[in-house]
C-alpha cells in the first residue's frame, strides 16, 4: 500500500496550522497588505490576455452555448435547499457553514472520482461585503477546509498539491473567483476582481458558467 512521503505529511500539518490561525481570527476580512503575516500570497486572476494571468489549474469548458436574451429574461427556477449540516451534507469536511451575521456556507461543490484529480470547485456565500482590496476570513476558511480534506483522501496520496477553485457570492449581489494552491510555504491565491451582479452581466455569468463546468488541468503531482 502507498504511504504518505514525509513532504507531503509536513504540508498537511501546515495547512492545519494555517486553518487554525485563520480560525481564531476576529475580524471578517483581511487587507491584501496583512496577508504576507499569514504566508498567503495573492495574485490577480483574469480570463482573458496573457496566459500566465488566467487558471492554472481549472480550464474552461468550450461546450456552452452563448447566452441569449430569451434565456436571461427567463425567471429562475427556485427549489428549498437542503444546505444545512443537520441533514449530512459535506460530513467528510469540516465545517463548512458558520451560522451568524458574517456567516459562510457551500451551497454547492463538486470534484472528480477516481485517483487523477484531487481538484475541487464550490460554489459559496458570504454574508459580508468584499472589496478587491480584501480577503474574507469565510472564503480563507472554506480554501482551506477544502484543501485540507481532499490532501487527506488516500486515493490523492501521489498528489501534493490540492487546487479549489472558489464561486465565492459575497453581499450584496456580488461575486468573485479564486483559484488557490498549497505550494509548501504559502497558500496561493488567484483572484477575479469582483463581478457586480446587480445589473445584467452576461460575460461574468458565461465565466462562471465554463469555469464551473470545465475540466481539471495542470501538474498536481510534482507541483
Known amino acids: 500500500m502507498e504511504s504518505e512521503s514525509a513532504v507531503r505529511l509536513e504540508r498537511r500539518k501546515t495547512l492545519l496550522q494555517l486553518e487554525c490561525t485563520v480560525e481564531q481570527l476576529q475580524v471578517p476580512k483581511i487587507d491584501l497588505s496583512e496577508l504576507n503575516n499569514y504566508n ?23 461546450s ?4 441569449d436574451d430569451e434565456l436571461l429574461e427567463r425567471e429562475y427556477p427556485t427549489f ?20 451568524n451575521e458574517t456567516g459562510f456556507g457551500v451551497l454547492y461543490m463538486t470534484d472528480r472520482s477516481g485517483p487523477d484529480f484531487p481538484h475541487v470547485k464550490a460554489i ?12 474574507l476570513r469565510g472564503e480563507l476558511l472554506l480554501i482551506l477546509r477544502l484543501m485540507f480534506t481532499q490532501l487527506r483522501k488516500r486515493r490523492f496520496l501521489k498528489h501534493m498539491v490540492a487546487p479549489v477553485l472558489l464561486f465565492s457570492i ?18 496561493v491565491l488567484r ?5 457586480d451582479l446587480c445589473y445584467k452581466n452576461v460575460q461574468g455569468l458565461k465565466d462562471f458558467a465554463e469555469y464551473y463546468l470545465g475540466p481539471p488541468i495542470g501538474d498536481t503531482v510534482k507541483t
Not at 500570497?41 to 474552461?60: E, I, K, L, Y
Not at 428549498?80 to 451560522?99: A, C, I, M, W
Open 40 to 62: 498567503i500570497a495573492v495574485h490577480p486572476m483574469t480570463f482573458t490576455g496573457n496566459s500566465d494571468s488566467q487558471p492554472s489549474f481549472f480550464a474552461r469548458s468550450r
Open 64 to 67: 456552452l452555448p452563448e447566452p
Open 80 to 99: 428549498p435547499l437542503e444546505n444545512d449540516p443537520s441533514v449530512g451534507n459535506y460530513t467528510t469536511y469540516k465545517r463548512l457553514f458558520q451560522y
Open 124 to 135: 459559496a456565500y458570504n454574508n459580508v461585503k468584499a472589496t478587491d482590496q480584501t480577503i
Open 170 to 187: 459575497v453581499g450584496p449581489q456580488h461575486a468573485r473567483i479564486i483559484e488557490a494552491i498549497f505550494d509548501g510555504s504559502n497558500l
Open 191 to 195: 483572484t477575479t476582481k469582483i463581478f
